[in-house]
C-alpha cells in the first residue's frame, strides 16, 4: 500500500497517521522538512533546470511557445523555473489567443506587477507563496520582508544582521528559520553559508514590505543600517588591503559595527570581492534614500578595491553619485575627497586633463577646510600626470612640495608616494643614483607602513637599477612601473 500524505504542516500532524499504518510505503510533502521524524528519507525538490522549464513551456503553451524560443527562455527566467509559476504562464498564454508570448514576457519584467499577471482561473501563484509566509509567526514575517532590501542575490550572515537591526547569533537562528520555512534559501560553497532568495519569493517580499504603512521610513532605517556595516566593514578591509590610503576614515563610535577582523579574516581583497556587487548596490540604495554621508563614505572606502581591481566603471558610478551627495549636503571637505578619487580614476583611464581638473579642484577644496594631507595627496596626483606627460621639472616641484607636507603631517603613505614619483623623475632624468637613493627612503617608508605591494614594487624596481650601464632603464622612451602593477608606456592622452 502506498499513502500520499500531501502538505503536511508538522511532525505532530503526521505521527499519529503513521502510527495507523502498519505496512506498506507513505510519501508525505510538506513546505518544512520534517527532520524529527525516526526512519524518513528527506528529498528537497528544487526548481528545475532551465532547459526543463522550457520544455515545460512548450509543452503546456501550444504552438505559440514555440514561435518564439528567446521569448520563452525570458519567460521561464522571469518565473524562476519554478513550476506552477510556469503553468501558469502557459495557461495565461492559452487564455489569451491574441497575445503573444514576447508581450507576456513584457508583463512578466516589472517585478511590481509581476505576481499579479501570474493568475489564472483557481491557479493564482501569489497565494500559493503567501501560504508559507502565513504560516510563519509575526517576527518571522517582518525578517521575510525585510530581508527583501539585502543588495544582493545572496549574502553573508552580518549582512543579515545589519537589516534586521539584531545581533548575529540571532540573525543566523532567525535566517535559519526562514530556510527551514522554505521561505529563504542557504547556499554553501563548502566553506561558508550564504543566503538568498528564489526571485519569486523575493519579489512577494518586496511587495508585502512596500504595503506596509511606514514602507519608506522602514526602507530609509534599513538602508542606513545596511550602509553603516558595510562602511565599517570595507575601511577595516581597506587599510588592510592598503594601509594608510584613506588618511579621512575616522572608527563610526556611536554605532559599533559588526566583528570585521572574524568577518574579514586575513583575505581582504577576497572579502571586497565576495561583497562587490552588494555595496555598489548599497552605494545606489543610501543615494536614493538622500542618506548623503554613507553614499560619499561607503564610496570611499571601496575606492581601493576598485583600483586595484582595475574596476573602472563601478568606481566612477559610485563616486559620481557620492559627488552628487557631497554637492547636495554642499560638504566641501567630501568634495574635494570624491574629486581627488575621481582624478585618480582619470589617470588610471589614462586621461590626462580630466585628471588634472579633478585633482586641481580637489587641492582648493582641501586647503579651504585646511586638510594638509588632502592638499598633498593632490599635488602627488597632479604630478602623476605631469610626469606622464613628460613635463619633469613641473612633476618635481609638486612631488618635492608634497613630499615636505606628508612628512610634517606624519603622512607615510603620501611620503611613500612623493619618493616614489621623485625617484622617476629623476630616472628620466639619467640620475640613476639620486633614483636609487630616493627608492631605498621609499622602500622604508613602505616597510613601515606595512603595505607589501608598495614594498614589493620598491624591490623590483630596485633589482631593474643594476650598477653595469649595460642593464640600466633608459631614462625616457621606456616602460616604466610607476606604481604596484601600473605602468607608463609612451604618454597619457588629453581627455
Not at 612631488?399 to 603622512?411: I, M, Q, T, V, W
Not at 603613505?413 to 623623475?425: F, M, P, Q
Amino acid at each position: 500500500m502506498l499513502l500520499i500524505l500531501d502538505d503536511a504542516a508538522s511532525e505532530q500532524q503526521i505521527r499519529p497517521l503513521l502510527q495507523a499504518v502498519t505496512e506498506g510505503s507513505v510519501i508525505i510533502t510538506g513546505r518544512r522538512r520534517a527532520a524529527a521524524l525516526d526512519g524518513a528519507e528527506h528529498l528537497r525538490l528544487d526548481a528545475v533546470r532551465p532547459e526543463e522549464a522550457v520544455e515545460l513551456l512548450l509543452a503546456a503553451g501550444g504552438e505559440r511557445m514555440a514561435q518564439d524560443p528567446v521569448a520563452v527562455a525570458e519567460i521561464a527566467r522571469l518565473c524562476g523555473c519554478f513550476p506552477l509559476a510556469l503553468r501558469v504562464a502557459a495557461a495565461a498564454l492559452t487564455a489569451r489567443p491574441h497575445t503573444t508570448p514576447a508581450a507576456l514576457a513584457g508583463r512578466l519584467r516589472d517585478e511590481r506587477t509581476r505576481l499579479g499577471v501570474l493568475r489564472e482561473g483557481d491557479l493564482d501563484l501569489r497565494s500559493s507563496l503567501l501560504t508559507g509566509y502565513q504560516e510563519a509567526g509575526p517576527a518571522l514575517r517582518r525578517a521575510f520582508r525585510l530581508l527583501s532590501l539585502a543588495p544582493a542575490p545572496d549574502f553573508a550572515g552580518w549582512t543579515v544582521a545589519a537589516l534586521l537591526g539584531t545581533g548575529p547569533a540571532e540573525a543566523e537562528e532567525t535566517a535559519e528559520e526562514l530556510v527551514r520555512a522554505q521561505l529563504l534559501e542557504a547556499r554553501t560553497d563548502g566553506r561558508s553559508v550564504r543566503y538568498g532568495f528564489h526571485s519569486l519569493l523575493r519579489v512577494l517580499a518586496t511587495e508585502l514590505r512596500e504595503a506596509e504603512p511606514d514602507a519608506a521610513r522602514t526602507r530609509r532605517d534599513v538602508v542606513e543600517r545596511l550602509g553603516r556595516a558595510y562602511v565599517s566593514l570595507a575601511r577595516y578591509a581597506d587599510e588592510r588591503l592598503a594601509p594608510g590610503r584613506d588618511w579621512r576614515a575616522r572608527p563610526d563610535t556611536g554605532h559599533p559595527g559588526p566583528d570585521a577582523a572574524a568577518i574579514i579574516g586575513a583575505s581582504p581583497l577576497g572579502w571586497f570581492r565576495e561583497e562587490a556587487t552588494g555595496l555598489v548596490e548599497t552605494v545606489r540604495q543610501t543615494h536614493a534614500a538622500g542618506l548623503w554621508p554613507l553614499v560619499w563614505d561607503l564610496a570611499g572606502s571601496a575606492a581601493g578595491y576598485f583600483h586595484a581591481r582595475a574596476a573602472w566603471e563601478e568606481w566612477e558610478e559610485t563616486h559620481r553619485l557620492a559627488l552628487d551627495a557631497a554637492r547636495r549636503a554642499r560638504n566641501t571637505e567630501a568634495e574635494a575627497a570624491v574629486q581627488y578619487a575621481l582624478g585618480d580614476l582619470a589617470w588610471q583611464r589614462r586621461q590626462a586633463d580630466r585628471a588634472l581638473r579633478h585633482h586641481t579642484a580637489a587641492q582648493h577644496a582641501f586647503e579651504l577646510v585646511r586638510d594638509r594631507t588632502g592638499a598633498a595627496r593632490c599635488r602627488i596626483g597632479a604630478a602623476d600626470v605631469l610626469l606622464g606627460q613628460g613635463l619633469l621639472e613641473h612633476a618635481a616641484r609638486r612631488y618635492g612640495r608634497a613630499l615636505a607636507l606628508c612628512s610634517a603631517e606624519g603622512d607615510l603613505r603620501g611620503e611613500v608616494a612623493a619618493l616614489k614619483g621623485l625617484a622617476l623623475v629623476n630616472l628620466r632624468r639619467g640620475r640613476v643614483d639620486v633614483a636609487r637613493r630616493q627608492l631605498e627612503q621609499c622602500g622604508r617608508a613602505a616597510e613601515r607602513l606595512g603595505d607589501r605591494r608598495w614594498t614589493e614594487y620598491v624591490r623590483r624596481t630596485m633589482a631593474r637599477l643594476a650598477p653595469d650601464p649595460a642593464h640600466r632603464l633608459s631614462p625616457v622612451g621606456h616602460a616604466v612601473e610607476v606604481g604596484p602593477g601600473m605602468w607608463l608606456i609612451g604618454t597619457a592622452t588629453a581627455a
